[in-house]
């Protein structure tokens, strides 16, 4: 993408998550209840232990004249106590862990579905300025490895953090209690430890961003020659594409052993530190009972003490590389969510007649427009263009390549605005107009049809979702689609195929047309639908045009786009673009007399 990379240093990029957590707020409370509740079992266990060695064992164990004084069956029946004490706290614990684990990986499949949905649905809203700058590989690549990062951290790592933060700061404020001179020299040791790690580790986390978005490059190539392997295979470019993937996967590969480098310094720096700090402190422990200072009860209490602080410590190294990484996950994905479409439907949309909306067809205005692309934009499109077309009519679109016509389309259907002019449909502008309304209103039928990964009976309904197998096998008929469908293997319940390859071309463009036909709106948009098909082909897809033109109560307003002059000379008008202006316009007839543009292109190809 082109936008500016977001400039933070921290784990703080984490707090775009905040809006997916709060709908969760009692999930969360439950898990935070469940983890200091496991936490406060864990730290509890170490006083248990003091009290089974310093009640149980040694108190009872042998007299000052070394000889047995405590009654064994007593001393027996003290250490089942001591133990039924240590087991009810691992049960507790094990219950405890078993309830913060559950919620907290429901929290975080849920959140990183919400997430998924909500950065997928904001970007198929945007406009199609946005896919000019942004591959669609690396969108897919932050939809599914960005989001698995957030979801570890959310579902395990963030968690697991906090329990072993509590945990920690818990041993710690219990050996500083117990033993307050040392701990305090132990804890100054431990400040000095903190502050590298936190340096360090921005520079893991930048090595993390740099990994994703090499990640992010390989799954761009992969998705762009995967749609293209016809091309790919006809100029044997297998080997060539082979290496371009093997060399953008390699750069990954260097980017992600630099930053596990560096995390493993992080880590090891962590731990070792640390480490050191804490045996120092046990072996201040030791000599005090030595000294006869404390209990060995007391020393076994600071010993697991200390292994808890100790195994706290080496986990947050762990978790807070996860956090960096997890941090430029959701940098990129906050990226995608705060892209903002130059094309919104306004506030308080205007409203359309929806009288006879099926029936009648919509007219059009487009007045005085200029229009540049976003990725050109020295290079007008459109210039001062000025067209009606009346409600049923029929227009085509000609002109030599680069002359606008497309643009026509494109602005209509409103995926790009006008830099100057109106666009107008019943009168109506249509920035006016909320996108769902004006959309609706507008059918269209592609140079190449979309066909996806479905049934023919789901292909067609995606015209009007809601509609009966009747009413698709009817608009079927009517495409002349009808026949080839049953012939298919099973029927309208046969599977086309990613992008319909088990169709013909003449096959994919009336399945187009049987759901253009399902739409059955007003206004019909046809761009160079027969200009790819063979005679035979061209001659059924002419006839199902013809019938999509018609509504059962009058014509619909239809525009259309052709190359291929034969194929327009009944239009009602022919309007003749060049340079992103109208030159001409008539009928067939009556442009071959005038001897403009018109003429000269159907010379050249009545001639051919």
């Known amino acids: 993408m082109t936008s500016e990379r977001p400039k933070s240093k921290s784990p703080q990029s984490l707090s775009g998550l905040l809006p997916f957590l709060k709908p969760y707020r ?203 392997i016809p091309v790919v295979q006809s100029y044997t470019a297998e080997p060539r594409e082979a290496a371009r993937f093997d060399a953008s996967t390699q750069a990954a590969f260097d980017v992600a052993v630099t930053r596990t480098k560096a995390r493993a310094v992080l880590v090891a720096f962590i731990i070792i530190a640390t480490s050191a700090a804490l045996l120092f402190g046990l072996y201040q422990g030791t000599q005090a009972v030595i000294r006869g200072d404390i209990t060995a009860g007391h020393l076994g209490q600071t010993v697991v003490y200390v292994i808890i602080l100790a195994s706290a410590f080496a986990v947050l190294g762990e978790v807070y590389g996860d956090l960096l990484r997890a941090a430029g996950a959701t940098e990129r994905l906050m990226e995608l969510l705060g892209t903002h479409s130059p094309v919104q439907s306004p506030a308080t949309p205007a409203r359309l007649q929806t009288a006879g909306l099926h029936s009648t067809g919509s007219s059009i205005a487009f007045k005085t427009v200029s229009f540049n692309y976003p990725s050109r934009p020295d290079t007008p499109a459109l210039r001062d263009l000025n067209l009606q077309v009346r409600a049923g009519e029929t227009v085509a679109l000609v002109g030599p390549s680069g002359a606008g016509k497309s643009t026509v389309f494109q602005l209509l259907l409103r995926y790009y605005d006008p830099q100057a002019g109106a666009i107008e449909i019943d009168g109506v502008p249509i920035n006016q107009l909320a996108l769902h309304d004006l959309r609706s209103r507008i059918g269209i039928v592609p140079q190449d049809t979309v066909i996806f990964s479905s049934s023919a009976l789901e292909n067609i309904r995606y015209g009007r979702p809601q509609a009966s197998d009747t009413e698709v096998m009817a608009a079927a008929q009517a495409a002349f689609a009808h026949d080839f469908i049953l012939a298919l293997p099973g029927g309208y319940s046969s599977f086309l195929g990613e992008r319909g390859v088990r169709l013909s071309g003449g096959q994919r463009q009336r399945i187009g047309i049987a759901r253009a036909l399902l739409k059955n709106p007003p206004l019909l948009l046809l761009d160079e639908a027969t200009s790819a098909l063979d005679a035979e082909s061209e001659r059924m897809v002419q006839a199902a045009l013809e019938s999509a033109m018609h509504t059962q109560h009058g014509q619909r307003t239809t525009l259309v786009i052709a190359h291929r002059l034969a194929t327009v000379q009944k239009a009602d008008r022919i309007v003749v673009l060049d340079h992103g202006r109208v030159v001409e316009q008539g009928t067939h007839d009556a442009l071959l007399a005038r001897a403009g543009l018109y003429a000269q292109l159907a010379a050249l190809q009545f001639m051919d």
Not at 37 to 57: E, H, K, N, Q, V
Not at 79 to 100: C, D, P, Q, W, Y
Not at 160 to 174: K, Q, S
Request: glycine residues 8%; charged residues 10%; proline residues 2%.
């Open 26 to 228: 009692l999930q969360m409370a439950l898990a935070g209840l469940f983890l200091f509740l496991a936490a406060a079992a864990t730290l509890a266990f170490p006083l248990a232990l003091r009290s089974l060695i310093d009640g149980g064992l040694v108190s009872g164990s042998v007299s000052a004249a070394g000889v047995a004084s405590v009654d064994a069956g007593a001393q027996l029946l003290a250490l089942r106590e001591h133990f039924g004490v240590l087991f009810a706290v691992s049960i507790a614990l094990g219950l405890f862990s078993a309830a913060r684990f559950y919620l907290v990986s429901w929290l975080g499949e849920r959140v990183t579905a919400d997430l998924r949905n909500a950065v997928y649905a904001h970007v198929i809203a945007q406009s199609p300025q946005f896919f000019e700058t942004t591959q669609t590989g690396e969108v897919v690549s932050r939809l599914t490895a960005d989001t698995t990062l957030v979801q570890t951290v959310v579902g395990s790592s963030f968690s697991l953090g906090l329990r072993n933060t509590v945990m920690g700061l818990g041993a710690l404020a219990i050996l500083i209690y117990t033993n307050p001179l040392v701990m305090v020299q132990v804890l100054g040791v431990l400040v000095l430890i903190v502050l590298p790690s936190v340096w360090f580790g921005r520079r893991v986390r930048k090595l993390s961003r740099a990994s994703q978005d090499r990640v992010a490059d390989s799954s761009a190539i992969a998705a762009e020659i995967l749609n293209a």
